[in-house]
């Protein structure tokens, strides 16, 4: 099967930054597109950002200039760089490894941001 996980999540002060990364393997060799999501406490799940294996990205409106996705040298690693934190931006952020017929899914990690 395919194993997804995240990690680098903490707790930080607001204007701060984190850096995760997720790392996906397994029987799949590629994925169609990795993707951040984010879901706070009450609220719906969102896309945060997403990079195809084309190298296409983007990115939600709300983190857009703040955050970045980028691959690592490793097969199926990616990262989030994640700057000029706000309290709003608190949430578990989960990392999504695509394929045409699956999604996989990490369990999660977990950012605070304080004000």
């Known amino acids: 099967q395919v194993r997804v996980e995240e990690s680098g999540g903490g707790l930080v002060q607001a204007g701060g930054s984190l850096r995760l990364l997720c790392m996906a393997s397994?029987?799949?060799?590629?994925?169609?597109?990795m993707a951040w999501y984010r879901q706070a406490p009450g609220k719906q799940r969102e896309l945060v950002a997403q990079i195809t294996q084309f190298d296409d990205i983007n990115y939600a409106d709300s983190v857009k200039g703040r955050f970045s996705i980028s691959r690592g040298s490793a097969t199926n690693t990616l990262f989030l760089e994640m700057h000029s934190l706000k309290p709003e931006d608190t949430a578990v952020y989960s990392c999504?490894?695509?394929?045409?017929?699956?999604?996989?899914w990490g369990q999660g990690t977990q950012v605070t941001v304080s004000s």
């Open positions: 999504k490894a695509q394929t045409q017929f699956q999604s996989y």
């Open positions: 397994g029987t799949i060799l590629s994925f169609d597109a």
